[in-house]
C-alpha cells in the first residue's frame, strides 16, 4: 500500500514550521529528503533532479506523534459514545475483546494505521493489548506493516485471559506471553532504526498481584522496551495508582510512558519527573469519560514534557489535531479561572499554540525514544512530514499559519504525508489503497465480532457500585503485594 521511494524529493515553497527551537520556522521555505532522510531546510534549495511537491499555501510539518493508541478497537468505532470508564472497561474486557479473532486484529489495524496516516499522525504507540494467541500478535503487526507507519508495537501483557481449557488455543501461562513477546521483538521489531521499534503494554498496576508487575518491567527491560502503561486514570481506588510502589522498588525509568496521570498527586508527578518517565494525556477521552482533568498543568509544573494521544476510536476521533485543540482550551480555561474566580479578566494567554503543537511532535517523538530520529524537521532526521492547507474554506484565507493547524485545521486539511521518506498521502488521497476493499473488510470483521459478542449477553452488561467495591479490595490487596501499606486497603 505504499508508493515506491523516490530518490529525491524537494518540498517547496510552504510555511516550514520545524519544531526545531534553534531553527523555529520560515515564512517560506523548503525541505530536501533524500530516500528516508532529511537533507536541507532553508529559505530556497536547488534540486534539479529531485520530484517537487508545491507547498505553497501550506504548513510544512513535522508529522504528528500520537503516545497512546489502542489501535486494535478501530472496529468499535463510537461504541462507547456515551459510557463511563467504568462501563467501557466492564464492556470491553470482559465482552468484547476476547470475541477478537486474529483476523479481526489484523483488519483493526490495518483499518486504524490508515485512518492515523490519513490525518497527519506518523508514528504511535500502538497499546495493543488484544493478544489471545501468538496469531493475534502476528496480525496485528501486519496490519502496521501494509500501510508503512512508523509506530511503537507495544506487545500487550494484559487484556487476555490465560487458558486453561487445552482444546483452545492460547497462552496458558505467563511466561508463554512473554516468550511470544520476545517472538515478535526478534521477528519484527528493531532496537534502533527499523519503522517498527519494540514497546510492552505492560498490566495495569493493581489489575495483577505487584509480583506479577515486577516480572512484566523485567521482562520489558531485557527487550530494551518503551513500556507503556495506563497510570492514574481511577479516583478512590488502588487501580493504575501504584507510581509510589513502582519507585519503592526501583522500577520507574525514562523509558517509560505513564497514560492519564489524572488522579496521581504532586508526589507521584515528582516521582515520575525524578525518574525521567514520560506522560500521554489523551484530553478527549479523559473529560469525557470520567477519569478527570488532563494533567497538562501538572506536568508542565513538575518539568515533564507533556504528550498527546488519541487513546481509542471507540470513544473518540483518530484526529490529533483535535487533542491539541481540546487540551489546549482546556487547560487555558483552566488557567483563566484563577482570573475569572476573583472578578477579574486575564490580559493574555499563557500557553500558546505552538505549546500544543510541541506535545504533538517532539515531545512525543522523545516519549516513543525516537526524539533523534522524528519530531523536528532538522537535517539527518528521518523524512516523517506533513503539509496542512489547500484550498478549503476554513483555511482561506490564514493570516497566522501556525495558529490555523491548531484551531481551524482537520484531518482532510492534511494534504501530503510522507513516512520515512515514502508518500503514503498526496494531494488529498491516500497512495494506493483500495478504499472499497477495506469498508469492506472493516464492515464484514464489525458485523461478525458483534454478533459473537450479543449472542453472549449484552454489548454493555450492567455494573453497579456493588461491583466496583468488590474489585477495590482485589485491587488494594494486589498492590499491597508490593509491600508497602496502601490507603485504599482502609477503605
Avoid at 508508493?3 to 510552504?14: A, F, P, V, W
Avoid at 485543540?325 to 490580559?347: K, V, Y
Wanted: hydrophobic letters at 40%; a negative charge.
Amino acid at each position: 500500500m505504499t508508493e515506491g521511494r523516490r530518490n529525491r524529493i524537494l518540498i517547496k515553497g510552504g510555511y516550514v514550521l520545524t519544531m526545531n527551537p534553534a531553527d523555529w520556522e520560515l515564512e517560506v521555505g523548503s525541505v530536501l529528503v533524500e530516500g528516508d532522510i532529511i537533507i536541507d531546510v532553508a529559505p530556497h534549495i536547488e534540486a534539479p533532479d529531485a520530484e517537487v511537491i508545491d507547498a505553497t499555501g501550506m504548513v510544512i510539518m513535522p508529522g504528528f506523534v500520537d503516545t497512546h493508541r489502542h489501535t486494535w478497537q478501530s472496529l468499535l468505532r463510537g461504541l462507547y459514545s456515551d459510557t463511563s470508564i467504568i462501563e467501557f472497561l466492564g464492556s470491553l474486557r470482559n465482552r468484547v475483546t476476547a470475541n477478537y479473532t486474529a483476523e479481526d486484529a489484523y483488519v483493526a489495524n490495518l483499518v486504524g494505521a490508515l485512518e492515523a496516516v490519513d490525518a497527519g499522525v506518523t508514528t504511535f504507540i500502538d497499546y495493543s493489548h488484544c493478544i489471545h494467541t501468538p496469531e493475534h500478535a502476528d496480525a496485528l503487526v501486519r496490519g502496521l506493516q501494509e500501510v508503512g507507519i512508523r509506530a511503537v508495537y507495544a506487545y500487550g501483557y494484559s487484556g487476555s485471559s490465560l487458558v486453561t481449557d487445552p482444546k483452545l488455543k492460547g497462552f496458558r501461562t505467563f511466561e508463554e506471553k512473554v516468550a511470544d513477546s520476545r517472538r515478535i521483538a526478534e521477528t519484527y521489531l528493531s532496537a534502533e532504526n527499523g519503522l517498527l521499534t519494540r514497546g510492552i503494554a505492560i498490566t495495569e498496576t493493581a489489575i495483577a498481584p505487584f509480583n506479577r508487575t515486577i516480572s512484566e518491567i523485567r521482562a520489558a527491560n531485557e527487550l530494551d522496551a518503551t513500556i507503556i502503561t495506563h497510570t492514574g486514570a481511577m479516583w478512590g481506588s488502588a487501580c493504575t495508582n501504584g507510581v509510589r510502589e513502582l519507585r519503592h522498588h526501583g522500577l520507574l525509568h525514562e523509558k517509560q510512558v505513564h497514560v492519564h496521570c489524572c488522579s496521581l498527586e504532586d508526589d507521584d508527578f515528582r516521582m515520575l519527573a525524578d525518574a525521567g518517565a514520560k506522560v500521554s494525556i489523551a484530553p478527549e477521552t479523559e473529560m469525557g469519560m470520567g477519569m478527570g482533568r488532563p494533567p497538562i498543568r501538572k506536568c508542565i509544573e513538575h518539568g515533564i514534557k507533556p504528550t498527546l494521544s488519541v487513546d481509542v476510536a471507540s470513544f473518540n476521533s483518530g484526529d490529533l489535531i483535535g487533542q491539541c485543540r481540546t487540551g489546549l482550551l482546556f487547560q487555558r480555561a483552566m488557567d483563566n479561572d484563577e482570573f475569572l474566580l476573583r472578578g477579574d479578566m486575564p490580559l493574555r494567554m499563557d500557553l500558546k499554540v505552538r505549546d500544543a503543537l510541541r506535545w504533538a511532535t517532539i515531545n512525543g517523538a522523545e516519549a516513543c525514544s525516537l526524539g533523534s530520529r522524528i519530531g523536528s524537521l532538522v537535517p539527518g532526521k528521518k523524512a516523517d512530514i506533513i503539509l496542512v492547507g489547500g484550498l478549503s474554506m476554513n483555511m482561506i484565507p490564514r493570516p497566522d499559519m501556525v495558529g490555523s493547524v491548531v484551531l481551524q485545521a482537520n484531518s482532510t486539511n492534511v494534504r501530503t504525508v510522507l513516512v520515512d521518506g515514502r508518500v503514503l498521502k498526496r494531494d488529498g488521497v491516500l497512495v494506493d489503497v483500495d478504499l472499497s476493499r477495506i469498508r469492506e473488510l472493516a464492515t464484514r470483521a464489525q458485523t461478525a465480532l458483534f454478533e459473537r459478542v450479543t449472542e453472549g449477553g449484552p454489548m454493555l452488561p450492567p455494573i453497579g457500585h456493588d461491583w466496583l467495591t468488590r474489585m477495590n479490595k482485589v485491587w488494594a490487596d494486589n498492590l499491597a503485594e508490593s509491600g508497602l501499606p496502601n490507603r485504599w486497603q482502609m477503605v
